[in-house]
């Protein structure tokens, strides 16, 4: 019976570090290129947002909250309240009262809540192309929530702890983290290529291949001077250029002769 013996592929790290170290500038003008890339794309092909935050703050009961267990039931009460801002009719009411030409699942999406881990305030945040807009959008979901929530639950309606705050700067995208993650990617990229393509080529090169896929013992080297081989084409091509000179001039007899018959 003949045995299949499996072949094994050794990889060495100290090799594939010096192949990858051999490389280091082409991986480095990559990632450059990669985070130019990026960078580029970043200011001129993506729309900046602005965002801006409304703050409320929950009250549980229409009197003054006298025991723990109010605390407890008004902090139960913020997951109502986030589900009742993003109602239709208090959407539909803003999108009204703004004239804002989008529809309801236009702007919910542009609504996001949240709620602050052991406490009873609820950050209502609008995400806009236009810093004006937002801070208007906001404004607008935090009164007309106010009142439905208040004439709903019958409850106190929550005060505004904090109104919408003009931004200038965008909130979205940050081109500085753009572009750390385009030149990360480029570098690892570009690496991982060259340690790929570099495992895959399975020819000889040199006298330690021979002795390490071979497993035979080289006997001797032939020597080429630098420069031997570009010498050894050019001769290669002048060879054939009079090979083709003298074939053009022996056509050129034969048609002088035939015409002198």
Request: charged residues 20%; negative net charge.
């Amino acid at each position: 019976m003949e045995k299949q013996q499996d072949e094994e592929i050794e990889i060495d790290l100290l090799e594939l570090f010096g192949v990858v170290r051999a490389r280091w500038f082409s991986i480095l003008m990559t990632g450059i290129i990669l985070a130019a890339v990026a960078g580029i794309g970043t200011l001129f092909l993506v729309t900046p947002k602005y965002q801006s935050t409304s703050k409320l703050y929950i009250v549980g009961q229409t009197s003054a909250l006298t025991s723990l267990s109010d605390l407890q039931a008004g902090s139960q009460l913020t997951q109502d309240y986030m589900i009742l801002v993003q109602s239709r009719p208090v959407l539909e009411t803003v999108i009204d009262n703004l004239r804002l030409d989008m529809e309801y699942e236009s702007l919910k999406e542009m609504v996001a809540l949240n709620n602050q881990s052991d406490t009873r305030i609820l950050d209502i945040t609008v995400t806009a192309d236009d810093p004006y807009m937002a801070k208007e959008i906001v404004d607008e979901v935090s009164q007309v929530s106010v009142s439905r929530i208040a004439s709903i639950m019958n409850v106190d309606e929550p005060t505004t702890v904090e109104y919408g705050h003009l931004e200038n700067s965008p909130s979205s995208p940050n081109a500085k983290k753009n572009i750390a993650i385009g030149g990360l990617l480029g570098l690892v990229a570009s690496a991982a290529v060259i340690i790929i393509l570099y495992l895959l080529n399975d020819t000889i090169c040199s006298e330690d291949d021979v002795q390490k896929y071979l497993g035979l013992n080289t006997l001797g080297l032939i020597p080429i001077e630098e420069g031997a081989m570009e010498q050894m084409m050019k001769d290669k091509r002048k060879r054939k250029g009079h090979s083709g000179g003298l074939w053009n001039r022996l056509l050129l007899g034969n048609r002088s002769r035939k015409g002198n018959g």
